[in-house]
T-cell receptor, first 112, second 111 residues
Framework: GAVVSQHPSWVICKSGTSVKIECRSLDFQATTMFWYRQFPKQSLMLMATSNEGSKATYEQGVEKDKFLINHASLTLSTLTVTSAHPEDSSFYIC????????FGPGTRLTVL | GIQVEQSPPDLILQEGANSTLRCNFSDSVNNLQWFHQNPWGQLINLFYIPSGTKQNGRLSATTVATERYSLLYISSSQTTDSGVYFCAVDPFSGGYNKLIFGAGTRLAVHP
C-alpha cells in the first residue's frame, strides 16, 4: 500500500503560538489529501480537503483562518494551527491515495 | 450528510473467539474501507471493499452495497487484535475520495 508520513509525531506548545504539521506522500502523487482530527475515545472527524495548487475545502464548522492548509506540491500538504489554545489539543491525522486511502501516523498536539 | 453506524460499540472477547462487526451506511457510496487503529493511533488498512467479499488471513469482509452495510469478521481472535475498528465510506460526493468515519468498535481480546 501507499505510504504517508507526518511530522512531527508529537508537539507541545504554549497557548497563542502556531504549530505546523507536515504530511508527505512518499510513494504516490497526491492532488488531494485530507486532514482529520480525533479527540480521545472519539472517531476521526474530517476537517478539510487539501488541494494541490488551489485553496483547501473546509468542512462545516472548521475555521479556515485558524487551520491554515497549504498544498504546494504533489507530495506535501501542511496544516498550521494558528494561535493555538488548549481546546485545539488533539490528534491530527492526514491521509491520501488514488482510490484506497492511506493515513499517516498522526501528530499529537498538546497546547498548554 | 451520510450517516455511518457501527455496532457493537464495544466488544470483549476471549482469545480464540470469533466476532462480527457491522457497519451500516445511509446512502450510496463509492468506496468503503475498514481500518484497525492501534494503541499508538496509527490507522492500519484492513480492507478496501466497496462491494463483494475479501479475505486476508483470519480477517474477512463483506459489503452488500445495495443494502448499505458491510461486515468485518475476525476469526480465532488474538490479543494483538485489540484496538478500535473503524468503517469509513466515501459518499458519492463528486470527485473526491474523502472518507467519513463511523464511531468505531472498541475490541478487547483477553488471554
Amino acid at each position: 500500500g501507499a505510504v504517508v508520513s507526518q511530522h512531527p509525531s508529537w508537539v507541545i506548545c504554549k497557548s497563542g503560538t502556531s504549530v505546523k504539521i507536515e504530511c508527505r506522500s512518499l510513494d504516490f502523487q497526491a492532488t488531494t489529501m485530507f486532514w482529520y482530527r480525533q479527540f480521545p475515545k472519539q472517531s476521526l472527524m474530517l476537517m478539510a480537503t487539501s488541494n494541490e495548487g488551489s485553496k483547501a475545502t473546509y468542512e462545516q464548522g472548521v475555521e479556515k483562518d485558524k487551520f491554515l492548509i497549504n498544498h504546494a506540491s504533489l507530495t506535501l500538504s501542511t496544516l498550521t494551527v494558528t494561535s493555538a489554545h488548549p481546546e485545539d489539543s488533539s490528534f491530527y491525522i492526514c491521509g491520501g491515495g488514488n482510490n484506497e486511502q492511506f493515513f499517516g501516523p498522526g501528530t499529537r498536539l498538546t497546547v498548554l | 450528510g451520510i450517516q455511518v453506524e457501527q455496532s457493537p460499540p464495544d466488544l470483549i472477547l476471549q482469545e480464540g473467539a470469533n466476532s462480527t462487526l457491522r457497519c451500516n451506511f445511509s446512502d450510496s457510496v463509492n468506496n468503503l474501507q475498514w481500518f484497525h487503529q492501534n494503541p499508538w493511533g496509527q490507522l492500519i488498512n484492513l480492507f478496501y471493499i466497496p462491494s463483494g467479499t475479501k479475505q486476508n488471513g483470519r480477517l474477512s469482509a463483506t459489503t452488500v452495497a445495495t443494502e448499505r452495510y458491510s461486515l468485518l469478521y475476525i476469526s480465532s481472535s488474538q490479543t494483538t487484535d485489540s484496538g478500535v475498528y473503524f468503517c469509513a465510506v466515501d459518499p458519492f460526493s463528486g470527485g473526491y475520495n474523502k472518507l467519513i468515519f463511523g464511531a468505531g468498535t472498541r475490541l478487547a481480546v483477553h488471554p
